[in-house]
């Protein structure tokens, strides 16, 4: 990890981007079957004045794009000439795979969250992860890594860190992450290697693979903005804190549920994503409606992650389900009575408020007013 010096300095990968300067750069990563160079779009930010180094990283599984446009966003946010530190935004780190619109690199399936630091002479995925270590994610002294669920299933905003390390403790109060599971991540994966090389970086989810969902963007750039705040990297940063914050330190205060029985999803919960012990989460049943299975909470539970397909096999998860407390509850019913679900743009994840919000659109006869400025 670089330290932080009293006067501002140059960030140098294999050229220079002095103080007081923006760059946008295509960095090549690695070759096409045809030859051709594979290219990671970056932005560097290097303010005028003296201070930390931030990475952010996105699409690091090629179809998880809510943070492709909150980097989007930050990279043409701040001015270098107020900035203290320097952002470095890696916008879109598995390129492949975000041509291909899939998670891993096309072909050989290698998951590149699963590939750092990566070596000179090894796999493409470690080759890459190589490259991408050594010029930007090594020279940085704190991060966010932003991610969506995986196709098919849809997750709140959350943070995943290693809550026993002082560094990403400290990350974590900064960026006001609400709910955080803890834990070391797997091997090979990005924010384990830097926060045990002494970068802290932390896994931002969010939402669902190959979409845009407005409300979670803006909350990751919140994100970056609170972080900015905390770390004195920006004095125009305005913070805002979560109403609360709740560290998942247990496998036991958390539990995927998954179907028993192939066939349709019909969720039941909601208004509110908080179900009671016992309650109906969803029906599984076949396309005769001749079976149905009944799915209920085995616990009062904040759901976290949520199916976004209809179809299941046996084995499938159905949700993730977060064990709360009824101060919990009450701060996640205030939290969502005043963002509501419009904003999440996925009608199929919001239980019966999708239904609430799908009524004036069935009603009969023509808008009077469709005419109007």
């Given at each position: 990890?670089?330290?932080?010096?009293d006067t501002p300095r140059p960030f140098?990968?294999?050229?220079?981007?002095?103080?007081?300067?923006?760059?946008?750069?295509?960095?090549?990563?690695?070759?096409?079957?045809?030859?051709?160079?594979?290219?990671?779009?970056?932005?560097?930010?290097?303010?005028?004045?003296?201070?930390?180094?931030?990475?952010?990283?996105?699409?690091?599984?090629?179809?998880?794009?809510?943070?492709?446009?909150?980097?989007?966003?930050?990279?043409?946010?701040?001015?270098?000439a107020d900035l203290h530190g320097t952002?470095?935004?890696?916008?879109?780190?598995?390129?492949?795979?975000?041509?291909?619109?899939?998670?891993?690199l096309p072909i050989y399936d290698q998951?590149?969250?699963?590939?750092?630091?990566?070596?000179?002479?090894?796999?493409?995925?470690?080759?890459?992860?190589?490259?991408?270590?050594?010029?930007?994610?090594?020279?940085?002294?704190?991060?966010?890594?932003?991610?969506?669920?995986?196709?098919?299933?849809?997750?709140?905003?959350?943070?995943?860190?290693?809550?026993?390390?002082?560094?990403?403790?400290?990350?974590?109060?900064?960026?006001?992450?609400?709910?955080?599971?803890?834990?070391?991540?797997?091997?090979?994966?990005?924010?384990?290697?830097?926060?045990?090389?002494?970068?802290?970086?932390?896994?931002?989810?969010?939402?669902?693979?190959?979409?845009?969902?407005?409300?979670?963007?803006?909350?990751?750039?919140?994100?970056?903005?609170?972080?900015?705040?905390?770390?004195?990297?920006?004095?125009?940063?305005?913070?805002?804190?979560?109403?609360?914050?709740?560290?998942?330190?247990?496998?036991?205060?958390?539990?995927?549920?998954?179907?028993?029985?192939?066939?349709?999803?019909?969720?039941?919960?909601?208004?509110?994503?908080?179900?009671?012990?016992?309650?109906?989460?969803?029906?599984?049943?076949?396309?005769?409606?001749?079976?149905?299975?009944?799915?209920?909470?085995?616990?009062?539970?904040?759901?976290?992650?949520?199916?976004?397909?209809?179809?299941?096999?046996?084995?499938?998860?159905?949700?993730?389900?977060?064990?709360?407390?009824?101060?919990?509850?009450?701060?996640?019913?205030?939290?969502?009575?005043?963002?509501?679900?419009?904003?999440?743009?996925?009608?199929?994840?919001?239980?019966?408020?999708?239904?609430?919000?799908?009524?004036?659109?069935?009603?009969?006869?023509?808008?009077?007013?469709?005419?109007?400025?």
């Amino acid at each position: 990890m670089s330290s932080i010096h009293d006067t501002p300095r140059p960030f140098r990968y294999d050229a220079e981007v002095d103080p007081g300067e923006v760059r946008h750069i295509q960095y090549e990563v690695g070759e096409t079957y045809l030859g051709r160079p594979v290219e990671l779009p970056v932005t560097i930010i290097n303010g005028e004045h003296a201070g930390p180094r931030l990475c952010l990283s996105a699409a690091i599984h090629g179809d998880e794009v809510n943070g492709v446009k909150v980097l989007q966003e930050v990279a043409d946010r701040y001015d270098p000439a107020d900035l203290h530190g320097t952002i470095v935004c890696l916008h879109v780190v598995n390129v492949p795979g975000y041509i291909a619109q899939q998670r891993y690199l096309p072909i050989y399936d290698q998951d590149l969250n699963r590939s750092f630091p990566g070596t000179e002479g090894g796999s493409t995925a470690s080759r890459m992860a190589r490259v991408i270590w050594d010029r930007f994610v090594s020279k940085c002294d704190i991060g966010l890594d932003f991610h969506t669920s995986t196709r098919n299933r849809m997750t709140v905003f959350h943070g995943r860190a290693d809550m026993e390390d002082e560094g990403i403790q400290r990350l974590v109060e900064a960026a006001g992450i609400p709910l955080v599971m803890s834990g070391q991540g797997s091997s090979g994966m990005l924010r384990r290697v830097a926060t045990e090389n002494g970068t802290p970086i932390v896994t931002v989810e969010m939402g669902e693979a190959n979409r845009f969902q407005p409300m979670l963007i803006d909350l990751g750039v919140q994100a970056v903005e609170n972080v900015l705040a905390a770390y004195e990297m920006y004095p125009e940063a305005t913070p805002r804190r979560p109403e609360f914050q709740k560290v998942l330190t247990s496998d036991d205060q958390k539990k995927w549920i998954r179907a028993d029985h192939g066939g349709l999803v019909e969720m039941k919960w909601g208004p509110l994503p908080i179900v009671d012990e016992g309650e109906t989460i969803c029906v599984v049943s076949d396309h005769f409606r001749t079976e149905e299975h009944v799915v209920t909470a085995p616990f009062d539970g904040f759901l976290a992650g949520i199916l976004a397909n209809p179809r299941v096999l046996p084995g499938h998860p159905l949700v993730h389900l977060v064990e709360i407390t009824e101060e919990d509850r009450e701060h996640v019913r205030r939290s969502y009575e005043q963002v509501g679900f419009a904003r999440h743009g996925t009608f199929h994840w919001m239980g019966k408020m999708g239904e609430q919000l799908a009524e004036p659109l069935l009603e009969d006869g023509p808008d009077e007013h469709a005419d109007d400025d």
